[in-house]
């Protein structure tokens, strides 16, 4: 079909936030000729922060280049900081990338990196966001130069729609939407959600 | 805060699609006082169909109740269709569930212990589910009893979103809508993607 090949580093880390991971994967790894690699520090196992376990396919110190990089999220974002491995290694490969992309409270990590200076997130971590120095925007999907950051979890299916359309077709896009049948039917509204909720989740999520 | 505690039954087999999975489970999993487990026919680690690999944590001979099952479906629904003991574990456990759900081409694995009258399933497999004698409905989310079932992959957010409305509370669907910013921005309508689309995707599906 002449699509390119490309390979994309889909980053595992302890307590992230496997949806913002597994909607860009079902999304990006349907298209043919890409090859999904599964990266983190070790090859061990890696539990999500509601307890699902994957295992990673190659490890920081064994890749040093991919097309795309896809950094999830966490629900324990201020530790995730910590994982200085990670950070160090998406500085290292963010200059051999096409597109470095991030879901959620990934930003943040991207932002550690010092790699994005427009870039979407989680909107309970936004103050963090800006503290590191970055524009924040309250869009689902920001493009940035070739860094392309999403909101909140599910965002991340979107922004990977996204991509597809960028960088190979419309139709290309139409045909994962249309096999993943993304044509959700969310049971509430922002407006019907209201600020009560938003407070009590943002003194939960601390 | 008086949530019912409720164990949770993540199935997992052979190329299944992991998203199928990880949408319903990101919902589910965040609810005070659930209990997620992933059983397999063994503890080895279990590869999806675009590849990502995740670990069970018990297996379909440990576990014999749940409150609530979750299958999913898969690339290859027709090989899934020939795992035999998990047809069965699904008609073992289905009479100790309060709720046994299906996302995509899994309503035929339910269909095929037994299980369903009346259900929903991926596009592509509309006539299949018809041939194994369930009425099949074209609508995203279909509740028959205690049985929920949900469309092609991604719609398993929107079916477990309905799901916690139904057993909690409207606003612990919200609070979780919230926490996952399931406010989705498809880039395309069904409108939009039209019949050709469509048609090539199903000549590749098989």
């Known amino acids: 079909m002449g699509l390119p090949e490309m390979d994309i580093a889909f980053v595992l880390y302890p307590n992230m936030t496997a949806l913002d991971l597994v909607g860009p994967y079902e999304v990006l790894a349907s298209i043919p000729g890409i090859r999904s690699h599964f990266v983190a520090e070790t090859r061990d196992a890696v539990s999500a922060d509601r307890g699902l376990t994957m295992v990673p396919t190659t490890t920081f110190a064994e ?3 991919a097309d795309v990089v896809v950094v999830p999220g966490s629900g324990h974002w201020k530790e995730a900081l910590e994982q200085q491995p990670m950070i160090d290694w998406l500085r290292k490969v ?3 990338t096409k597109y470095t992309t991030s879901v959620c409270t990934g930003s943040t990590l991207l932002a550690a990196a010092g790699l994005v200076d427009v870039a979407t997130t989680h ?9 590191q120095g970055v524009e924040v925007s309250t869009d689902r999907v920001v493009e940035s130069g070739k860094v392309i950051t999403a909101a909140g979890v599910s965002a991340g299916i979107d922004m990977a729609l996204r991509l597809v359309a960028m960088e190979f077709t419309d139709a290309g896009a139409k045909t994962v939407q249309l096999a993943i049948e993304y044509f959700p039917e969310p049971p509430f509204t922002q407006d019907e959600i209201g600020p ?3 407070e009590g989740l943002k003194a939960l999520l601390g």
């Not at 909107?123 to 503290?131: E, G, H, K, P, Y």
């Open 63 to 65: 890749m040093d280049r």
């Open 94 to 96: 963010h200059p051999t």
């Open 123 to 131: 909107w309970a971590v936004r103050d963090l966001l800006a503290s």
């Open 196 to 198: 009560e909720i938003a």
